[in-house]
């Protein structure tokens, strides 16, 4: 075991022993390659960095009060890059080259997997890039596919407490007929001016609307969004958000507890008759919302009291994490252990 101080361990990079890599060269890919170097060799003129070519992947490797450790629905995550990939012209990954390269980046930093009860977990980043040089704007003919994996502490150090988060009209993270639906880094380029504007004004996040008529909730940030009312779980339909694996586990938990679930169009006036809100990904699972404040209407949405995360929101919460550390049975086949 590493000598790590787990409790007090940040949400931040953290260098660990090995990553993997895979080339894709000459219509074939290349075996697993285990690296213990951070960096990456490239032609400068990359399609990764001139054309975008860069998508990306994110999941975590829990460790189980049984010692064992535990990966939560990784083919999703394969899945989701081979649909990213087709969206911007990469090469795809096969799901069995995914499936050895993540575990293996786990299983040769086994020493940083967080032992239980930190709250901490080993956050593991799977990302593709094209590589050789295109002066034209065409997609690659060689790939690089890479591994690496970072212990992390929780996402909020104060534990699961409520944001403010603020609407955003001024900018768009993704159009309808864009990237949205596909976790490419460009999508993150387009959010950083909001992500910023939204800091400055002392919110966690933004809350994006739908970029053609500005009046559907589309996605809070870098997650997906959610509304409580009564015993219906609703979440926004829109081609541009990133299909989130977290929150298809917790439509799921939530039919499973017997709640309704609406996956429709949200429009905007509706945060008004929501019990709770909250975004949910992998890195946080769960943020409640304590306010959404619209600058454009001076409008202010209010839910539950105080820094008190809704009844709702903690339930689904601690139903899904205890399934990621196996504190209660995995009914829907999501874990898949170490082996
Ligand atoms: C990765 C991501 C999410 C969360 O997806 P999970 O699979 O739940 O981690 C949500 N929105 C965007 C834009 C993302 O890139």
Known sequence: ???????????????????????????????????????????????C???????????????????KIRLFRWEENAKRMINSARGILMQEVPVELFREAVFKAVR???????????GATLYIRPF????????????????????????????????????DIMICRKFDRAAPRGTGSYKVGGNYAASLQSLKEAHMAG??????LDACEKKYIDEAGPANFFGIKGNTYVTPKSNSILPSITNMSLMQLAEDEGMKVERRLIPV?????FDEVGACGTAAVITPIRKI???????????????????????????????????????????????
């Open 269 to 273: 006036e509706e945060l008004s008759e």
């Open 108 to 118: 040769l930093n086994e020493k940083y997997v967080p032992p239980y009860g930190f």
């Open 49 to 67: 960095l001139h054309y975008g070519q860069e998508i990306f992947e994110g999941l975590k490797a829990y460790s189980g009060m049984d010692g």
């Open 128 to 163: 593709l890039v094209g590589l050789g040089p295109e002066v034209g704007v065409k997609a690659a003919k060689e790939y690089l596919f890479v591994v690496f994996v970072t212990p992390v502490g929780p996402y909020f150090r104060d534990g699961f407490a409520p944001v």
């Open 1 to 47: 075991m590493e000598n790590i101080d787990w409790k007090n361990l940040p949400f931040a990079y953290k260098k660990t022993d090995f990553n993997v890599r895979s080339y894709f060269k000459n219509g074939e890919w290349g075996e697993i390659l285990v690296s213990d170097s951070e960096f990456i060799n490239m032609h400068m003129a990359s399609t």
């Open 203 to 208: 919110f966690g996040t933004t809350l994006y």
């Open 293 to 339: 404040v619209d600058p454009d209407t001076n409008k202010i949405y209010e839910y539950g009291d105080k820094n008190e995360p809704g009844p709702v929101c903690k339930r689904l919460y601690q139903h899904l994490t205890a399934i990621q550390t196996g504190d209660i049975e995995d009914k829907f086949g999501w874990i898949s252990y170490l082996e």
